[in-house]
């Protein structure tokens, strides 16, 4: 079965740089939401899509912004890129009202920022 | 304090043992519950939704206690294979919409199973 899909799988950057991380969901699956993981953290919720439209937000720094297209791939910049942002950012699809909207995870984006 | 708890572990069991992991969570508007496992750099997997009946698959058995505030996992006749971290995982709709939200995740638990 298909699932979700990220690009790039790992990412070198400098401090004050910028990043794009894409991802495509599920097939047919209607909502993406954006996660990071720090080292030796759980995955912490950003930002999320519902039918192209921003649907929730959470701890997100100003500095990122994300949207999702009109074929529902979603992306997530980055700006001023800081030490700080280096994690796994993790990409979940899931489909409104099925199987009380269980959520599908993405290999993740590896960001080292240096 | 954290939304959702865990059991801290690491767990470190020999093939065939029984394991139970325990979680609660604070907030009573939570409304979906998973477990997820992850593998050491890996996207979390789900492993199961959990249901106020209780549901199996296999040999992993959930519970949800919403009096108690208290979701558990029970995994049956070890492999090698399950050693992982077990991520306990809450879900609340968004907030004046109909769309469920994001999930809120337990610290983990690690959990070893040796030969």
């Known amino acids: 079965a298909a699932g979700v899909i990220q690009s790039p799988r790992h990412l070198i950057k400098e401090k004050r740089e910028t990043a794009t991380l894409k991802c495509y969901p599920i097939?047919?699956?209607?909502?993406v939401y954006w996660y990071q993981q720090g080292p030796g953290q759980d995955p912490q919720f950003l930002i999320s899509f519902y039918e192209k439209m921003q649907s929730d937000k959470g701890s997100i720094p100003d500095r990122f912004s994300a949207q999702q297209f009109s074929d529902y791939h979603s992306e997530l910049n980055m700006s001023s890129l800081e030490l700080g942002d280096s994690a796994l950012y993790f990409c979940?699809?899931?489909?409104?009202?099925?199987?009380?909207?269980?959520?599908?995870f993405g290999p993740g984006t590896r960001l080292t920022v240096l | 304090r954290k939304e959702v708890e865990q059991d801290p572990g690491p767990f470190n069991v020999p093939e065939g043992a029984t394991v139970a992991f325990n979680c609660t969570y604070s907030?009573?508007?939570?409304?979906?519950f998973f477990w997820y496992r992850q593998d050491c750099r890996k996207e979390p997997k789900l492993l199961m939704s959990v249901y106020s009946s209780g549901n199996e698959d296999g040999r992993f058995t959930a519970q949800l206690n919403r009096a108690s505030q208290y979701i558990s996992l029970l995994i049956r006749d070890s492999k090698l294979s399950d050693s992982a971290t077990y991520l306990c995982?809450?879900?609340?709709?968004?907030?004046?919409?109909?769309?469920?939200?994001?999930?809120?995740f337990g610290q983990g638990t690690i959990l070893t199973v040796h030969p």
């Open positions: 979940a699809s899931s489909l409104v009202g099925v199987r009380g909207n269980e959520q599908f």
């Open positions: 097939p047919r699956h209607d909502t």
């Open positions: 907030n009573s508007a939570s409304q979906s």
């Open positions: 995982v809450e879900q609340r709709r968004v907030r004046g919409g109909t769309s469920y939200g994001k999930l809120t």
